[in-house]
């Protein structure tokens, strides 16, 4: 299997498994898009609670240019380190969610 396979692989699964675990109900709905064409992953939630309406990009992983980003994260889990134990080098990580300048400051890729 090629590294981008296997990355696919990884998001898939590491973005599953935490959707899992979110609570779905019948007005807010727990989706996962799974686009491995374009190699886009969201966790999302939508729907209604009272009057507010729920559109939460709660995760959200994209593959470029052979790197992993991490675009979103509104959890208290670490997925960056979960892809590194999963055998995913730090380098080819990228927190797409901090600012471009800030990215020498931590372990991991700087794209």
Same mark, same amino acid.
């Given at each position: 299997m090629d590294k981008i396979s296997k990355y696919r692989e990884f998001v898939k699964s590491l973005i599953s498994n935490y959707a899992d675990s979110? #609570?779905?109900s019948d007005k807010v709905e727990v989706q996962l898009l799974l686009d491995s064409d374009r190699d886009h992953y969201q966790w999302m939630n939508v729907g209604w609670q009272g009057s507010d309406? #729920? /559109?939460r990009c709660v995760m959200h992983f994209d593959i470029k240019d052979g790197k992993i980003w991490l675009q979103q994260n509104l959890t208290d889990r670490d997925p960056a380190e979960e892809l590194v134990d999963m055998g995913v080098p730090? !380098?080819?990580i #990228?927190?797409?969610l901090q600012m471009p300048s800030k990215r020498i400051y931590?372990? /991991? !890729?700087?794209?």
């Open positions: 979110d #609570i779905s309406r #729920i /559109y730090k !380098g080819d #990228i927190l797409g931590t372990d /991991y !890729g700087v794209a």
